[in-house]
């Protein structure tokens, strides 16, 4: 049955020319046009997410290369304390909260006698400042994701409703004519192909942003293991 009237909306559109896009809003019932709002304001959330990733992500990528260029000569000659300065310069850098939160919980045990603790401490605060930026990088992702599943079940809802619309116009006009199932096929329609058109680019951009958060784990990951490996060299060399 839908796909009867799928072939029917194919043949309306093909020979109604006065028959756009302003003349199917206008015979929606009231369920569809709720149901395109709604599918307007998921697009528009997740376009805002995508814009929003996209910036914190370059912005993140840009300024990891600046920190990662200037904190090697700081720690190359011991200067923890700078090495800080740099990494609050750089806030939008992942790996720069990362090694800033390592360096302080560094400083902060080095009173401790033994070398194991030190170490202890700075592994967990590289653990926690990880996690924690990770977080903040997968942030709005899932309501990607989410999106990216549900808008085309609400379009199919809205298709539903054309459906059931169409048999209104049936059932009012005594008829079982093109033009009284028009309305009702211009409602199915157009809420499936919005559906779609919201969750196609959702789908994609949280694939393509995971990937991202994933290759951002990796360097955060890196990061700490290098910064461990230079603890451990550090205070071995002061005994």
């Known amino acids: 049955m839908v796909a009867t009237l799928y072939v029917y909306g194919f043949m309306l559109l093909q020979t109604a020319s006065t028959w756009d896009l302003r003349t199917m809003l206008s015979t929606m019932g ?13 697009s528009i959330y997740s376009f805002g997410v995508m814009i929003d990733r996209a910036l914190m992500y370059s912005a993140a990528r840009k300024q990891s290369r600046v920190f990662v260029q200037q904190v090697a000569g700081a720690l190359r000659e ?3 304390d700078e090495a800080i300065s740099i990494a609050e310069r750089n806030k939008k850098s992942h790996i720069a909260k990362v090694v800033a939160t390592g360096l302080s919980e560094f400083q902060s045990a080095s009173q401790q006698v033994s070398d194991a603790e030190v170490i202890d401490a700075a592994k967990r605060g590289l653990e926690r400042s990880v996690a924690i930026v990770h977080a903040e990088m997968k942030r709005g992702l899932s309501a990607l994701a989410t999106i990216g ?5 609400v379009g199919l809802f809205g298709t539903v409703a054309g459906i059931i619309n169409a048999f209104k116009g049936i059932q009012a006009e005594k008829a079982t004519g093109l033009s009284a199932v028009a309305g009702g096929i211009a409602e199915a329609l157009v809420t499936t192909a919005f559906g779609l ?7 994609w951009a949280y694939n393509y942003f995971t ?5 951002f784990d990796v360097e955060m990951d890196n990061s700490s293991m290098e910064l461990i490996n230079y603890f451990i060299l550090r205070r071995g060399g002061k005994k």
């Open 78 to 80: 011991g200067k923890l």
């Open 149 to 153: 599943s549900t808008a085309p079940f």
């Open 197 to 203: 058109l919201v969750a196609v680019p959702a789908v």
């Open 30 to 42: 009231t369920l569809a046009r709720i149901v395109v709002l709604i599918l307007f304001i998921l």
């Open 211 to 215: 990937n991202k958060v994933e290759a």
